[in-house]
């Protein structure tokens, strides 16, 4: 989801942090994570996240048809299952619709139904009330996996690499072409396509994620659903370090390129500060670097990037090519292209 | 909470239940009773229940003042953990808003996470996200309690006696006084606090519940949201009986008789279609009634009070002092005001 991203919520997030328990008896994680953890039978534990989707804030209704809405709403929060390395395993839905739109919400349904059970995953409660203005969703899905396992945001050290587990901005992108309108019915046949699925029917990296942590390979871990230069600084922040993003190791595919041609837009920017791409980040020490690759390139088949360090200090930078250092932490690519940068 | 009771809600409910796969491995109760529940270790069970609040339709910041509404926003939630006979455990809130109001979200969380303290409760995660008009919540509590003890709507028998753990129809009456504008600062300190305490901070019977369900005495339970006729109709529904509640058999306080006599209106008609009571209702065998009695009594000093009693057969029917039944089957007084009765 595209989160409100003023210091408010953040001041907001702090305040309900405050009041939070950590480590007590039965809960190991509280607020700040990607997921709540509660201590399950032996070693195990229970993953619990929820999320909100409100029409026109974070999705419209022109270009998100029901079924893909559906699968949409399962799969951002079944993102956050996958950034701590878990597996999902149940989900409620809370609908809040302002009339009852019957054939709709029946297409919602079977697609959010449709991605649980990609993953294994049911429905096993939920709740439907009236809005007074436009319609709202709240999932809340339910994961498991084994405790010493867990990929938390913190522990993320100096000298490490910082890697994704495909590119980045494609949603954005996609987003984009939606909105200037070059992505309609017939376009999305064409060569817009992958771009337009990335924003309309994402893919949570829940294979990525188990084999992560499994491998005790990584030492932090979060799905890109703000932006990589907001999300890195949310590892960042919980680890106590800096990051270096490489902005020439971002991978830009030819569509991304295209888009951003056709669009007079920068493929940066939305690499940068495009969310809802809810592909993995992580970081782990650089002499695994060839043990990653080869763990993931063997289990799966597919290719991760790595692109930038980890650094002693605080905050996220983009190294450019001509060698000058943007701190980019939360603002994203706003905050660099107003001029404000640091060189170091 | 007061949900819309119209058929398209039921229906839609109906249209999730086909979509949901009870018994499965992991999932021992999916959609339709009050908590999802999920296998834990051994004999016990996790319960999950998810519900938004929706402010005009489920609350008005006119006379829900934030701190209330907080610890209401978790015990409406944790009243679905006691109609199963659990305990709280964790909370998660995601919070809906159209602009930073920062202090009244301090009241409401401190409100919050007060009653979650007061079980032993703890919030573990959320979400804050922008709405696009008017204020929305949605709470996700987690329970634990054992499997075997779990009481669910299904069960009743004919023959069983239908009890409630306290008075229906205060937060009704309640309601009523607030609208009428009967109860402003000055007048809540007088006459009218008992009920509209009722509506404004409901107090979730987790005590009486856990009592109940480890007795081994009780053939269902829920608790009472929708009101008396509707949540009764849910136990008929989903234990395949019906139900007479004596009307002369309700409990109605000197406050609720003195409210309806200044406000014009019938006690009977709170009793049964005022929702948000959170009182328990629950059934079990005649030749128990002195068991259960005693049992509450010397637990928790409470009064308990048996309303009915299950037959044969379908519906829920208002038996009158004059020997007549009308239907009030989920529609509630509503439907036995407009004259359609079955005297039988």
New interface residues.
């Given amino acids: ?1 595209v ?2 991203r ?1 210091i ?2 953040r ?3 702090r ?2 942090r405050g ?3 950590n480590g ?1 008896h ?2 190991i ?3 700040g994570d990607d ?4 201590r ?3 070693n195990s534990v ?1 993953l ?11 999705f419209d209704l022109a270009w998100h048809p029901p079924r893909q809405l559906g699968r949409k709403a399962a799969n951002v929060n079944i993102s956050d299952i996958a950034a701590m390395g878990g597996r999902a ?2 989900a ?5 619709v302002p009339d ?1 739109e ?1 054939d709709w ?2 297409e919602f ?2 697609g959010f ?1 449709e991605a649980l059970k990609e993953q294994g995953a ?13 319609t ?1 969703f ?1 999932v ?1 899905i ?1 994961g498991t996996m084994e405790g010493p396992d867990i990929l938390y945001r913190r522990g993320a050290q100096p000298g490490d690499l910082i890697w994704i587990s495909g590119p980045v901005g494609e949603a954005a992108a996609g987003l984009a072409l939606l909105k200037a309108g070059a992505a309609g019915q017939a376009a999305v046949e064409n060569k817009w396509q992958h771009l337009v699925k990335a924003h309309v029917d994402p893919e949570p990296q829940i294979v990525i994620g188990r084999h992560l942590a499994r491998s005790g390979l990584v030492s932090a871990m979060i799905d890109v659903s703000d932006g990589l230069a907001t999300d890195l600084a949310h590892i960042c922040e919980a680890s106590g370090v800096a990051a270096v993003i490489r902005a020439t190791d971002l991978p830009v595919s030819e569509e991304l390129a295209a888009a951003a041609g056709y669009l007079g837009c920068s493929p940066l920017e939305w690499m940068l500060r495009g969310g809802e791409d809810y592909q993995l980040l992580f970081t782990a020490p650089a002499d695994r670097e060839a043990a990653i690759r080869n763990l993931i390139g063997d289990k799966t088949g597919r290719t991760i990037y790595s692109v930038g360090r980890i650094e002693a200090g605080a905050g996220v930078l983009l190294h450019l090519p001509d060698g000058r250092r943007m701190d980019v932490t939360y603002q994203g690519y706003d905050h660099f292209s107003s001029g404000r940068n640091q060189s170091d």
Same sequence: chains 1, 2.
């Fill in positions: 989801l989160h409100d003023n408010s919520e001041e907001l997030i305040r309900i009041l939070t328990d007590s039965e809960a994680m509280g607020i997921c709540a953890v509660l399950g039978h032996g229970w619990i996240t929820t999320d909100t989707l409100v029409e026109s804030v974070h395993i149940a409620l839905l809370a609908i809040a009852s019957i919400l029946d349904l079977a139904v049911e429905l096993v409660g939920g709740d439907t009330v009236k809005s007074r203005d436009g709202v709240n809340t339910v």
